[in-house]
């Protein structure tokens, strides 16, 4: 088998170099995927810098895949050569668990990640379990669903986990990366959507996206006047907030759920959580059999993630834009453009 040809990182934050690896032989139940699109995730960033502590060099990044099948193992019946699927943030598990039997792969504690601890997307081709490799539906453009396959799936699961229906008032808290992708999926589900950023800039492309209300949390009277009217809030910010406000925010059964992660711990008096059976609550990713379900969704509704293409011979400096915030919302990496 020839040899892989990617981008890796060689040390902590270095920037990404050419570099080759031997895949060794194909796995009977592994699929080997000619990428042809990368999201770049901000995962992607945490682990070329080691701020996670389980990267190991050298490693090639890339969890948001979309290509076509190029080889199969011996026993994979489930997928065609010449097809077209993506690869998200899992590449296997075990299988056995009680986790995995249960459909929640996961949440399984020997999970692998596609780019933790193995060769990720940022090359001509990639590696993983056949069951975590899904179809990709023929409405769905390429570089638009890469980023659903990270972004838009740590999103759709907590929305669908929470039941989110078209009775349900929906706050998402940011409008980046993750937070565009949820307007759009809370939206699809019916809901009565609040968007919340600080940028006030924002807000034409929160309502374009589908959100019904907006809201700048930087002001406190804002915030106040949204006290207890929403059944379900999604934070998908990395940085601290007073997250009592949040929960005040939130009706009785109401639930503040996080996908972001802020550098500090999240502090909540118990209180308002028991006067009002509110909950708080966090999700990985999701499941191949909700992953398949998303795309589905999206493609049967329309949604995609707003992206800027970059060749994948340009990797350093798109990820340089997204360090920066100053990709609007995903950057997507192409082997030819």
Known sequence: MAQIQGLAAHAAGAELLAFRYDPGKLGAQEVEIAVTHCGICHSDLHLIANDWGISQYPFIPGHEIVGTVSALGSEVRSLEVGQRVGLGWQSNSCGQCEWCMKGQENLCANSEGTCVHRHGGYADRVRANARFVVPIPEALPSEQTAPLLGGGITVYNPLRIGGVNPSSRVGIVGIGGLGHLAIQFARVFGAEVTAFSTSVAKEADARTLGAHHFVNSRETKAMKEVAGSLDFILTTINADQDWGTYLQALRPNGSLWFVGVP?????????????????????????????????????????????????????????????????????VLATAI
Do not use: C, Q, W
């Open 263 to 331: 550098p500090s711990a999240v502090s909540v008096n118990a209180f308002p959580l028991i006067s009002g059976m509110r909950t708080v609550g966090g999700s990985p990713v999701g499941s191949p059999a909700r992953l398949r379900e998303m795309l589905d969704v999206a493609a049967r509704h329309g949604v995609k993630a707003t992206t800027e293409s970059f060749p994948m011979a340009k990797a350093n400096e798109a990820i340089e834009k997204v360090r920066k915030g100053k990709v609007r919302y995903r950057a």
